[in-house]
């Protein structure tokens, strides 16, 4: 029997993320009916008519940044933003959450500690298929992060005994950043399917499993490979791991259903196939896969989407042990210029004329305006 608590607080949260993106819109839709208000009525007064000028200057650049409508982007509100989508982008990396912080596992405390981190110094999170894809919609300023978390322990994501979601577990957390602002329901789970100890398959507490991927994506998360079994890729069979490949995806798609696709796996070990073709695409008795993007264990920051340097099928991330999280962000603080800073338009890329060589040059045809200061 699952408790109608449960599906309360669910249904809160989910709520609160349609009131939240209502208010946005609403917020978009005040700026727009401001500045036409200004141009229409702007002959009420000189003090008046000047004020509410200034007021819809304001809102309109607010609303285009959010809509990514209207005014194209321009060098000199790129510049004014510092916006380098050229930029270095974090993607973190998690594995057990739970009462001791350890080589593998980070405490629900210093999770909490690690967003409030990152919410404070301009950290936005995306999912890892948005960043293979491009599509980096944050707020003007900010800078994409990717958390990822392998190998689907329950401390990941559980549900207490009275069927309410663990507010300790990460999922819980994520859910309460998002619900305080500044911060979103996206992150990316490499799941497992079949492996000792069972816990690790998809999260534990096998009732729930189709529902807690079900509820991942819901709320916006990623739903990703780990393949089956936690399959060392360099050592296995091509047939074997053209097989976990293969039955990992359609069995994750099949449980979240609606038409999901799962575009993204996390390399078991970090062990790579010898041939990277092996997991762009393929096929098992009938079941055909592609990935696009594929992560390493280690490597530091990634190079943006945007970037000759950028390689989907190895994108390294970043371990979160001890000081990790700071360590990157001081680094950033002192090459303020590796740092991916968004212009807030999903529609054109913005960078600096003069980018540090490790960032590599911007890709051609990358269908969308390229805008340099
Ligand atoms: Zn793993």
New binding site residues.
């Given amino acids: 029997m699952v408790p109608a608590a449960r599906f309360w607080y669910l249904s809160w949260i989910m709520r609160y993320d349609k009131v939240f993106r209502l208010l946005i819109l609403a917020f978009a839709l005040g700026a727009v009916l401001g500045l036409s208000g200004g141009l229409i009525f702007g002959g009420d007064g000189p003090g008046k008519s000047a004020a509410s000028g200034e007021v819809a200057g304001d809102h309109s650049e607010q609303a285009t940044s959010t809509t990514g409508v209207a005014v194209p982007m321009t060098p000199e509100r790129a510049a004014a933003i510092g916006a380098n989508e050229m930029g270095l982008i974090p993607v973190i990396e998690y ?1 057990l959450i739970g009462p001791s912080e350890s080589r593998w596992t980070r405490t629900p405390e210093n999770l909490r500690k690690d967003i409030a981190l990152l919410k404070a110094e301009g950290f936005y999170p995306i999912n890892l298929s948005d960043l293979v894809a491009g599509d980096i919609d944050v707020p003007a300023g900010k800078t994409p992060v990717v958390l990822t978390f ?2 689907s322990s329950p401390g990941q994501f559980r549900y207490l005994d009275d069927g309410t979601l663990d507010p300790d577990s990460a999922v819980g957390i994520m859910q309460r950043a998002a619900a305080e602002g500044d911060w979103a329901s996206r992150a990316t789970f ?1 799941i ?1 399917l079949d492996v000792q100890p069972d816990d690790r398959v998809v999260f534990g507490q096998p009732e729930s499993r189709k529902e807690k991927l079900q509820q991942l994506v819901s709320w916006g998360y990623e739903v990703g490979s ?1 393949t089956v079994t ?1 399959l060392n890729l360099k050592k296995a069979t091509r047939e074997e791991a053209t097989k976990q490949l293969a039955v990992s995806k359609a069995t994750l798609e099949d449980y979240v259903g609606g038409g999901y696709q799962v575009n993204t796996i ?1 390399i ?2 970090g062990e790579y196939p010898e041939d990277d073709a092996l997991l762009a695409s393929g096929q098992h008795e009938g079941q055909t896969y592609a990935y696009r993007g594929a992560v390493e ?1 280690a490597g530091g920051p990634a190079p943006s989407p945007f970037s000759t340097r950028f390689k989907p099928l190895h994108i390294p991330r970043i371990e979160v042990t001890g000081t990790a999280l700071s360590d990157m962000i001081r680094t950033f603080k002192d090459s303020p210029g590796l740092r991916y800073v968004s212009d807030g338009d999903a529609t054109a890329i913005s960078a600096p004329g003069d980018l540090a060589e490790r960032l590599g040059s911007v890709l051609p045809d990358l269908g969308r305006p390229v805008v340099t200061y």
């Fill in positions: 594995h392998d190998d490499f497992l780990h936690h996390s078991p070990f264990v």
